[in-house]
């Protein structure tokens, strides 16, 4: 199982950061959509580092596929073909309010954003006439000056985030991976996320060999109490914001905590965040979270995703030193090699 950790901060910072992860083992860097653009960073580790990269996630339905085909395309050349395209549709309030964007029955749209890539990625590669003709996209023309130099590589894969049912199912029928969304659990993943996946991988005569799953697991690791207490601070934090958002109360009906979600709702629309880690007992968390010491973390990983997942992120909301964070990647990668 290959292992993979986000990297953030200025820019300028990104290089030395990337060159740190890559001495400490991980396999590949992930981007995430926050307070930065989501792939200026990964132009970076593509550049000084042969990491493998990828946005996880990166907004689809605010950009053009056009634009992102492009960056695709540049990014599988400069990572000399180590880079994917994690692609997902957030909410409808951020889409609209924040990004001022059209939300038009997204699922929809996010198939015709994968389609339209992988045509327009095909016009690039073979030659043939750029012609796809979609209900919420056009892409007809394609002259040879905006053609990009070709290079070895394939295009990039395509990797949807999803949690819903009609995400998740999509995902399966045209996706080459399904990025799960770290507000999961492994009863969520059995038998909530694989049977929808595998519904979608059916209905179109695919295999689950055909799409890969890559979660994205919420770690705690420590090896004494000064990191035990950061580190469940930081995940108690994430867990709560999380489980605040509508969209992701599915994760906790399937234990019967729904109610939390309502509770997590009424407190940030209040502005009471300081008082919604508080919501987040031991039991949520060490369900939701992979929480321990190194070693501890490397068995549950495997106990969880063995079998199941290609590769794993871990998102880890708190400051981790470097040897912890190596120790962390060492152990997992020997619990499930």
């Given at each position: 199982m290959k292992v993979d950790l986000g990297i953030q901060g200025h820019l300028a910072d990104v290089p030395g950061r990337a060159r740190a992860l890559k001495e400490i083992g991980v396999d590949g860097v992930f981007t995430s959509e926050a307070g930065s653009d989501v792939f200026l960073p990964l132009t970076l580790v593509a550049e000084h580092t042969g990491l493998f990269c990828y946005p996880n996630v990166a907004l689809a339905l605010p950009r053009s596929p056009m634009h992102l085909a492009y960056l695709g395309h540049d990014l599988q050349r400069l990572s000399e073909g180590r880079t994917a395209l994690g692609l997902g549709s957030q909410i409808r309030p951020h889409i609209e309010k924040r990004f001022s964007a059209r939300w038009d029955r997204p699922v929809g749209q996010m198939r015709e954003v994968i389609e339209s890539i992988r045509a327009i990625h095909r016009c690039w590669k073979t030659g043939e006439r750029l012609d796809f003709r979609g209900e919420?996209?056009?892409?007809?023309?394609?002259?040879?000056?905006?053609?990009?130099?070709?290079h070895a590589w394939d295009p990039p894969p395509i990797w949807l985030g999803a949690l819903g049912p009609q995400m998740t199912r999509?995902?399966?029928?045209?996706?080459?991976?399904?990025?799960?969304?770290?507000?999961?659990?492994?009863?969520?993943?059995?038998?909530?996320?694989?049977?929808?996946?595998?519904?979608?991988?059916?209905?179109?005569?695919?295999?689950?060999?055909?799409?890969?799953?890559?979660?994205?697991?919420?770690?705690?690791?420590?090896?004494?109490?000064?990191?035990?207490?950061?580190?469940?601070?930081?995940?108690?934090?994430?867990?709560?914001?999380?489980?605040?958002?509508?969209?992701?109360?599915?994760?906790?009906?399937?234990?019967?905590?729904?109610?939390?979600?309502?509770?997590?709702?009424?407190?940030?629309?209040?502005?009471?965040?300081?008082?919604?880690?508080?919501?987040?007992?031991?039991?949520?968390?060490?369900?939701?979270?992979?929480?321990?010491?190194?070693?501890?973390?490397?068995?549950?990983?495997?106990?969880?995703?063995?079998?199941?997942?290609?590769?794993?992120?871990?998102?880890?909301?708190?400051?981790?030193?470097?040897?912890?964070?190596?120790?962390?990647?060492?152990?997992?990668?020997?619990?499930?090699?």
């Open positions: 919420h996209y056009t892409f007809t023309l394609m002259t040879p000056m905006f053609v990009p130099q070709p999509l995902a399966g029928e045209v996706a080459d991976g399904i990025l799960v969304h770290p507000f999961h659990t492994r009863r969520f993943l059995e038998e909530v996320t694989v049977p929808r996946l595998e519904a979608g991988l059916e209905a179109v005569g695919r295999s689950r060999d055909d799409v890969a799953v890559i979660p994205t697991v919420v770690t705690c690791a420590y090896r004494d109490d000064g990191e035990r207490e950061r580190a469940l601070r930081g995940a108690r934090m994430t867990l709560a914001f999380y489980g605040s958002t509508p969209a992701y109360r599915a994760t906790l009906e399937v234990h019967g905590w729904g109610e939390i979600q309502a509770e997590l709702n009424h407190l940030t629309k209040e502005g009471r965040w300081d008082e919604i880690p508080a919501h987040i007992d031991d039991e949520v968390l060490h369900t939701i979270a992979v929480v321990g010491t190194p070693a501890e973390i490397g068995r549950e990983v495997a106990a969880r995703y063995g079998g199941v997942a290609a590769r794993i992120g871990l998102s880890m909301p708190y400051q981790a030193e470097d040897d912890l964070l190596a120790e962390v990647v060492s152990e997992i990668r020997a619990a499930t090699s």
